[in-house]
């Protein structure tokens, strides 16, 4: 036994500082991890999708492209029905900065020609550097109706009279590919969101409902959604796309169809909604509501949806680009959108076939837009998920 | 445990009544029926078809009783076996997909095998490597399967390997070999074939798979015990393998209850695209003609194996997952 | 001239007789011959085989594989149409001539004696003869279990069934009371009038033949649904279904269904030779490969079929072209269609809303729009030029062609039609389009049936030149069926579809296309459908009363001249009041051959009926060239 052993507690040195009780003595939080703390839960969610860097990028733009959409006819070189029966089947033409002696003469293309090979019935294209046209900014164009209300005929891009602008190339009509393409944007993207709105209030109605009461509505919609989960996409596609009348006008078919993307989407979103609720209505502060006396919809609105509004935000994100893929796979079918509506999956239908991959690839262009937007799509929904739960030990907090 | 599998196959029958009538109905939507599109075709041709012997076929086919009886016609034979008769390829529905089925659920097996091949290996450095340059680089390429429209990536495909490799267009083989009995040459030419739907179908799953594998691994990854083991001196491989990866695993089993049907539809489009002789290109073309038997008893085929999937992956579940089984106890 | 054409045929014979003695077998069948299994050539063929109609056409050497591409399994009924083994088949001038039959005496139309061939046998070697026929007539066509609607509508007129009779083994004779003039180009049609069954292949399904016990144990064994079903599905002559069914195609088909390729074998006892005696056809096997209809193209292009025009069109020519130069594997021809107008375009003069019925029953009005089209822009820009302009009608190789009918208000004179329309008292609006008395704006919504990328972009092009004129024009794509129905109803107001089917017509051919005959004419479906089952009102314009009237004349005509003067008054009441409006006629059909196959015309008609498509143009007779052999 030490020295120290043998004398009793009271009677060891002790030393016990009289200063007053700090908690951060050791380390004091700066000024960034204050900020952090005191952090509402939407800023901390704010900070986790910055990290994302991809994320990031594609908010940005996809903000970009549905921003663009009222402005589609002023972006477009050509208006939609605008047909050059002299250029059919052109190939992109490029844009030259300085001509042949080797000035700069800002940007301008040149003379855009065919020649008929009758032997194999082709078309070649050729530039005749005799004449140069300047591209010009702002410039006049087609007449159209900015929004629908103002007529206007100044467009963002366009060429001097007398010739042609045909960055990605024409059509089998001589109809430019970029300007369809522009047009098809605001149909796809808007049919995207008009959907996932649908599914959304479908989804979370439903599996609400499902959630919060359980019992008999909770067996019911569970039946249904296996039900519609059992049976394959296609036929039901299909089917539902029989039952749009002929007699509709394209924007009705538009929204029948944005209709049979959402009906067959809701299922995952109920059956998120309601495993989250069950879990959170056990919870002591959905207890301490009810007691309170608060009606189901204030319960479910105001204390438990809030818990996971993110995730539903995340999924929402990532059934968009589902349905433009949808579209684009209906078109193919043969249903959903039919020209003279154009969109990408119109677009991309009319390029399926040998010819165009063999000869005309130009033609295969919407499919980038597609990609870049569905890409951009889940690449966002990736970063909305992350952040989503700011408390989830996955973020490390 | 038996209690549950027994309500579970008690629910799990109104529910396949519910969808034979949905598949009924789905069938029948368009207008006319499987006679119409048959005669228009004719005429496009230019054929024609005496009009008494539409009738006749008419009432031949059972087409000319009303909705109900035909329905209840085909799901009385359908729960004894008897799949119905394509109108089509007048012969018993069966017989047709019989052969089809084989091709079908080969080709899926490698696209599976071949999406977990790339998908596993980029959703665990996505985890593991988060927000790297790297994570973003390896998500991009596995998410630009799930963005590019399969169709017209298929036709891209079928083009550049005629070009480039020489080999047929479409198909599951060269010609020559569609009736030979096996041997290297066929094997080559089936292989040669099998990577375009393989590629296209394949990287289209890519994105699912390395998402879910992400998020769990990253729910993992950051729990205590992983620290723990890695302050006690635990290598990192061991450390992502042993435990963390395990748990992440946890979805490939409850997975595989819905591999059941999508590896029977076979992802149809690209099948259509690629001319392969699988289910799906028959049950598209069955569906635009209103072969109602032949469209219909296989899509009740693929409803039954998604249901069954269902409960197989939640029993999968239960066995597997602790953590389910506890859940339920201390309810 | 008869004793000519009898010492020409005797001369002829005699010749044949020592070419075939002396002429090869087909090393394909050696082996058979050899061994016994199949008797020689001498045997196989009937007593005087058909030689006619390869004067022009080069003497082919027997041997190789012929490579098809199909989109379904049903077509391979394109065999027994290509194939075009007949009772009586037209040659490539569009003439009759006996094909089966050894010969065939015609009175008046009314009494058609049939003489067969001796020593013709089905392709399993059993004889062909009356018996096959009096099976089919007693046993088939008036056995009210197989057939209770009777005998095909074909074989009646007015109504009345022919009275059959076997002369003798190789005679039967048919005779109506009216003249039948359908008749011939009935069973010397694409998808022929089968006046005939393999009798001893089919009496084994029969009832009458066979105890019940063995029909119902058929069934059974089958998996039938009851024994009808079995004998027709056994007896499908035309589908090919059946492999073990005799024939008389110079192919038969030895693959059931369902399967992906099907495999068609040498008819070892196919009636025809060439003119050096040896039995056609020269090609062993042919092989259908199915593939879906969007890939044929490319399949074609990098040579996988050795015969291709069906699912292959103008579109594909470039990419066609294009690997035949680079890959040298293939060749490409053009070839000429037969139909009266690629599109055309048919007012509904049964229209249900009154107002529009009024006005597209106005002569004036068709003939505004047919002439504010501008045909020209459209041959431009669809079809490079090469098509041809034209209104609905028949095709200048046509012996029953003018000028004038071509010309008929298809040419592009926007003040012309500007003026008919004033005429009619269509005011314009102040958007400039016209309206009717009671306001409502003048716009056309043309069903079409959204199939082919022609039809919309032509539309397209119509739009713009029928707005000049005042008028509106929207499309609604629809399925087929349900564009057919929304025309019978009178909903469609106007629609879209294939010109006259047949553009070669002569004057020996039925006229009923341009009369009210038929439902599913898209101008006049409720006329069409009276003709067809009494039910509704008959026509009630004086011209369209004209076409029917000339049309029943026709049936009864009893000479050449009648018939003919009956057909250019018929061509011309169309022309004058432009019943349908026709756009591009003469449009050109690529066909992908593999180069060594000989004896394919460089240019010919592809058509339906007439033609067969390679029917008429001796399918039977292309050879494929050794590979190496210059």
């Known amino acids: 036994m030490s020295e120290l052993d043998k004398q009793s507690i009271d009677q060891q040195q002790h030393w016990v500082s009289d200063k007053a009780y700090n908690p951060n003595h050791i380390e004091a939080p700066d000024e960034k991890a204050k900020r952090y703390y005191k952090a509402s839960q939407w800023r901390r969610m704010w900070w986790q999708f910055k990290q994302h860097k991809l994320a990031l990028y594609s908010a940005l733009f996809i903000i970009l492209m549905y921003l663009s959409i009222p402005f589609v006819e002023f972006l477009a070189p050509y208006s939609l029905p605008t047909r050059h029966t002299d250029h059919i089947y052109s190939p992109p033409q490029s844009v030259h900065f300085f001509d042949e002696q080797g000035d700069f003469q800002g940007p301008f293309v040149y003379g855009w020609d065919y020649e008929l090979d009758m032997v194999r019935l082709h078309r070649n294209y050729s530039e005749d550097k005799s004449k140069q046209y300047a591209v010009e900014f702002f410039s006049r164009g087609d007449p159209y109706l900015l929004f629908g209300l103002i007529p206007t005929d100044i467009h963002f891009v366009g060429v001097e009279n007398g010739g042609t602008l045909f960055l990605l190339g024409t059509d089998r009509l001589g109809r430019d590919q970029l300007s369809r393409m522009l047009y098809g944007m605001r149909i796809s993207m808007t049919i995207g969101l008009v959907g996932v709105i649908l599914s959304f209030f479908l989804g979370i109605t439903l599996g609400c409902l499902a959630g919060y009461y359980g019992g008999w509505v909770d067996n019911l919609i569970q039946r249904i959604t296996e039900v519609i989960r059992s049976i394959p996409e296609l036929p039901l596609w299909m089917a539902l796309s029989a039952l749009l009348p002929i007699t509709w006008s394209p924007l009705w078919v538009f929204f029948g169809v944005s209709t049979i993307l959402a009906f067959l989407d809701w299922t995952g979103l109920a059956r998120a909604v309601r495993s989250k609720l069950i879990s959170l209505r056990e919870e002591d502060f959905a207890t301490a509501a009810v007691y309170m006396g608060a009606k189901p919809k204030r319960i479910i609105t105001k204390h438990l949806l809030p818990g996971f509004f993110s995730h539903l935000v995340a999924s929402a994100s990532l059934s968009v680009p589902a349905m433009i893929l949808g579209e684009t796979a209906l078109s193919f079918l043969g249903l959903g959108l039919r020209p003279p509506v154009t969109s990408w999956g119109v677009l991309l239908n009319e390029a399926q076939n040998v010819n165009i991959v063999a000869i005309y690839p130009w033609l295969m262009a919407p499919a980038i837009p597609v990609i870049c937007v569905v890409l951009a799509f889940n690449f966002l929904g990736d970063g909305l998920r992350d952040a989503a739960d700011p408390y989830s030990n996955a973020n490390g907090s | ?331 | 001239m008869i004793l000519k054409s009898l010492i020409h045929s005797i001369f002829a014979i005699a010749l044949l007789s020592s070419a075939v003695a002396q002429a090869s077998e087909p090393p394909y069948l050696q082996a058979q011959i050899d061994s016994g299994e199949l008797p020689t050539l001498y045997e196989r063929l009937p007593d005087i085989p058909a030689f006619g109609g390869t004067e022009h056409l080069s003497v082919g050497q027997y041997g190789g594989t012929l490579r098809l591409l199909m989109a379904k399994s049903k077509d391979i009924r394109m065999m027994t149409v290509y194939g075009y083994s007949r009772l009586m088949a037209l040659d490539k001038n569009l003439q009759l001539q006996p094909d089966i039959l050894l010969r065939l005496e015609n009175e008046d139309n009314r009494v058609f004696t049939l003489h067969l061939r001796k020593g013709h046998r089905w392709s399993d070697g059993e004889l062909f003869t009356a018996e096959d026929f009096r099976f089919f007539w007693d046993d088939v066509a008036n056995f009210e279990p197989l057939s209770p609607y009777g005998p095909p509508q074909a074989m009646k007129v007015d109504g009345q069934l022919p009275e059959f009779s076997v002369i003798d083994d190789y005679t039967v004779r048919f005779s109506w009371k009216d003249p039948n003039p359908n008749f011939l180009p009935e069973i010397a049609g694409p998808s022929p009038l089968y006046l005939y069954r393999p009798a001893h292949y089919l009496k084994a399904y029969h009832p009458r033949y066979v105890s019940e016990e063995q029909i119902e144990q058929q069934v059974e064994d089958t998996n039938s649904k009851n024994w009808r079903k079995l004998f027709h599905n056994k007896a499908r002559q035309y589908k090919f279904t059946n492999p073990d069914l005799p024939t008389l195609q110079p192919w038969y088909n030895t693959t059931a269904i369902p399967a992906e390729r099907f495999v068609f074998k040498r008819n070892p006892y196919f009636h025809r030779v060439d003119r050096e005696g040896q039995q056609l056809p020269y090609i062993d096997e042919v092989t259908i490969q199915l593939a879906s209809s969007s890939l044929i193209p490319a399949k074609a292009g990098s040579g996988e079929s050795d015969l291709q025009a069906r699912n292959i069109s103008m579109d594909d020519y470039t990419f066609l072209k294009s690997a035949e130069q680079e890959s040298k594997k293939i060749k490409v021809l053009l070839w000429d269609t037969a139909l009266g107008s690629q599109i055309a375009i048919y007012p509904n003069l049964n229209a249900s809303d009154p107002q529009w019925r009024e006005t597209l029953r106005d002569v004036r009005f068709r003939r505004a729009l047919s002439l504010a089209i501008n045909r020209h822009e459209l041959n431009q820009v669809i079809y490079f030029g090469l098509a041809r302009e034209s209104a609905n009608t028949v095709l200048p190789h046509c012996p029953l062609f003018d000028t004038s009918l071509k010309d008929a208000w298809a040419g592009f004179d926007i003040e012309q039609a500007n003026a008919l329309l004033d005429d009619m008292g269509l005011e314009r609006g102040s958007d400039g389009i016209r309206r009717f008395a009671d306001g409502r704006k003048l716009d056309i919504i043309i069903q079409t049936a959204g199939e082919k990328n022609e039809e919309t972009d032509m539309l397209e092009l119509i739009k713009d030149t029928w707005r000049q004129v005042g008028i509106r024009l929207y499309t609604k794509a629809l399925q087929r069926e349900v564009l057919r129905n929304r025309v019978f109803s009178g909903q469609a107001v106007m629609s879209v579809w294939m010109g006259l089917p047949n553009g070669i017509p002569t004057a020996e051919m039925s006229p009923a296309s341009l009369a009210p005959t038929r439902q599913d004419q898209l101008q006049w479906p409720a006329w069409g459908r009276y003709a067809e089952t009494g039910e509704g009102s008959p026509p009630d314009i004086p011209e369209v009363q004209r076409l029917a009237e000339l049309n029943d004349a026709w049936t009864m005509s009893s000479n050449s001249a009648q018939r003919l003067a009956i057909w250019d008054e018929m061509l011309k009441i169309h022309a004058e009041q432009v019943y349908s409006i026709g756009l591009i006629n003469g449009t050109l059909q690529p066909v992908v051959i593999n180069p060594r196959l000989q004896n394919v015309p460089e240019k010919a008609v592809y058509n339906w009926d007439p033609g067969a498509f390679f029917g008429i143009h001796r399918f039977d007779t292309f050879w494929l060239k050794p590979e190496g052999a210059s």
């Open chain 2, 1 to 331: 445990m038996i209690r549950y599998l027994l309500t579970r196959i008690a629910t799990m029958i109104p529910t396949l009544l519910a969808i034979s009538v949905l598949i009924f109905i789905i069938i029948q939507l368009p207008p006319g029926d499987y006679l119409e599109t048959y005669i228009a075709e004719l005429e496009s041709q230019g054929e024609s078809i005496d009009p008494q012997k539409i009738a006749a076929l008419r009432a031949d086919y059972g087409l000319d009783k009303p909705l109900a009886v035909q329905y209840w016609h085909w799901i009385s034979n359908f729960v004894q076996g008897d799949y119905g008769y394509s109108f089509e390829y007048e012969r018993p529905v069966a017989e047709i997909m019989g052969d089809r089925l084989w091709l079908t659920i080969i080709l899926s097996f490698f696209t599976i095998l071949f999406t977990w091949l790339i998908a596993f290996p980029i959703g665990i450095y996505s985890a593991t490597h988060k927000y790297s340059w790297g994570d973003y680089g390896l998500t991009f390429v596995g998410f630009l399967g799930l963005a590019i429209p399969n169709f017209l990536f298929a036709l891209i495909m079928l083009y550049v390997a005629n070009r480039y490799f020489g080999t047929s267009i479409g198909g599951m083989m060269d010609p020559e070999y569609l009736d030979q009995p096996w041997s290297w040459g066929k094997l080559k030419s089936v292989l040669e074939h099998m990577w375009i739907p393989m590629l296209v179908i394949g990287t289209s799953g890519t994105a699912a798979m390395i998402r879910r594998l992400r998020a769990n691994l990253l729910d993992e990854l950051h729990k205590p015990y992983v620290l723990t083991a890695r302050a006690k001196g635990m290598s990192e491989v061991k450390n992502l393998t042993k435990y963390p990866l395990r748990m992440a695993l946890n979805f490939f089993i409850a997975d595989i209850g819905s591999l059941l049907p999508s590896v029977v539809s076979g992802a149809e489009i690209v099948a259509v695209v690629l001319s392969l002789p699988t289910t799906g290109p028959l049950l598209l073309a069955a569906l635009q003609a209103q072969d109602m038997y032949l469209a219909g008893s296989f899509l009740m085929f693929l409803a039954l194996l998604t249901v069954i999937g269902m409960l197989v992956s939640d029993v999968l579940l239960f066995l597997v997952d602790p953590r389910i089984r506890f859940q339920k106890a201390s309810k």
